[in-house]
């Protein structure tokens, strides 16, 4: 709450909560919306948003100067079931609240970060979506993206399947950054006949600092999935360590690619769809998959096997970790080779070499796929000797995939077709996540 002083200098002006005003002290000049005081600060800071997204706090001191420019426009986005105040203008979308750090604040007392158990407490944050769609939020879940299982995945799908199929344009997707391209992937795989956008977004930086990134990239995510043309699941992340545009990239194509940085997300052995800007202009930058024009309903096909794991060799790699999965009952496994994705064929150290191991797993009715640790690039069965003995053994060559989406998709095949489709629909293109020709633009920066 705010001063007794300040309150009274907003009573008098006919200043509220939202309005946007100017804030002049000494030389420094601040105009926003004015937001409500924060648990962290003083309660003589006015804090107002600026036009690009970013919250500043002003110290209200003797000669400070403060003026009403314009009153603030209703938040229906806020409670939509319960508000009368619906702009027909605007396309409906679902934002599906999940957790992860674009929900979080810092706890000022211990110094951690905590999450929000209410999305109205982030949107409150972000009045600008009032002016992009009316916003029905489903409060699905409060989880760290790490903490997330395959079950999170069939929820948020039978939801999103849901809000489209009752007239949502698109869904806004909010969650953890650290496993969301797995999300992403699986949202492609079990999200059939769609024909919205479906986006997924979060924070590399709470919501309350003031490099947050967790503004920018909630706008552009609602103004993709209100008004752009794309019927794909995708990623809507800073396209640079700036906030001039964010970028969208194929479900299936996205990768974390840092730990901190707010264009953290790349796209992998393709471009973006399309880049987006605070202010919703949006330029399309490669071919997507367009919204259909029919009527028809979107399907949530979401089962999935979770006896799949996810190997990498590397040079003394035991190989007997292999035979353990077997034993455990796992029905797939996905191997991160080197280069091409060579598995270690004829070691020196003859009890080193993966070869038996992945044969015996594969005449036992395991689906064994291969894919590089290289990230960028193809793996190619055909131009090394050691690379044709994986294809005589039956290991399935996963192309240009990402061996994370080649984890997500096994699962998702096992758990929808069985074993014998599974292992013929690997290495074939079902979501965008094989391309025929990769065209290096520019590669990941810092």
């Known amino acids: 709450m705010y001063s007794e002083e300040i309150r009274a200098l907003f009573e008098k002006l006919g200043i509220k909560v939202g309005d946007t005003i100017s804030v002049t002290s000494g030389q420094d000049m601040q105009e926003g919306i004015l937001m409500p005081r924060t648990g962290a600060g003083g309660s003589d800071i006015i804090v107002v948003k600026r036009k690009d997204g970013y919250n500043v706090g002003i110290k209200y001191k003797s000669g400070t100067k403060v003026s009403k420019l314009s009153e603030s426009q209703p938040h229906h986005f806020l409670f939509p079931k319960a508000s009368a105040s619906v702009d027909r203008s605007l396309e409906r979308i679902a934002l599906l609240y999940t957790g992860g750090t674009i929900g979080s604040k810092v706890d000022y007392v211990s110094g951690g970060v905590y999450m929000l158990t209410k999305p109205e407490e982030l949107m409150h944050e972000v009045p600008e979506l009032g ?13 760290s993206s790490e903490d997330m299982t395959y079950v999170e995945w069939q929820k948020i799908a039978e939801d999103a399947a849901s809000s489209l199929n009752n007239g949502a344009k698109g869904v806004v997707v909010t969650l953890g950054t650290n496993t969301m391209h797995y999300t992403a992937a699986a949202l492609s795989f079990m999200l059939k006949d769609l024909n919205s956008p479906v986006v997924l977004t979060g924070a590399m930086r709470s919501s309350d600092r003031g490099s947050s990134d967790a503004f920018v990239n909630l706008i552009c995510s609602c103004s993709i999935a209100a008004k752009s043309d794309i019927a794909e699941v995708g990623i809507c992340m800073h396209g640079s360590s700036s906030d ?6 194929r479900g299936t194509k996205a990768r974390k690619l840092h730990t901190s940085r707010r264009d953290a997300f790349k ?14 202009s949006i330029e399309y930058a490669g071919d997507y998959r367009h919204a259909a024009k029919s009527t028809g309903k979107v399907h949530a096909q979401t089962g999935f096997d979770p006896k799949v794991a996810l190997l990498r060799t590397h040079p003394n790699s035991d190989p007997e970790v292999v035979d353990h999965y077997v034993k455990k ?22 009890g080193l070499s993966w070869i038996s191991h992945v044969k015996d797993a594969v005449e036992s009715g395991v689906i064994v796929g291969g894919t590089s640790q290289c990230v960028f690039g193809r793996v190619n069965h055909t131009v090394y000797r050691n690379l044709r003995v994986l294809e005589d053994i039956g290991v399935v060559n996963c192309e240009d995939m990402l061996s994370e989406v080649a984890y997500v998709k096994l699962g998702f095949l096992l758990g929808n077709y069985g074993s014998k489709k599974a292992r013929e629909l690997l290495g074939q293109e079902i979501a965008g996540e094989i391309t025929n020709r990769i065209e290096f633009k520019k590669d990941f920066v810092e």
Do not use: Q, R, W
């Open 131 to 143: 002016s992009i769609a009316n916003i029905d939020v489903h409060n699905l879940m409060s989880i």
């Open 244 to 249: 001039s545009k964010n970028i969208f990239i």
């Open 267 to 280: 796209p992998v052995n393709s471009g973006p769809l399309c880049y987006v800007d605070i202010n919703g």
């Open 329 to 350: 009952g796992f029905k797939g496994l996905i191997i991160e080779g080197t280069g091409m994705g060579e598995f270690p064929t004829s070691p020196s150290i003859k």
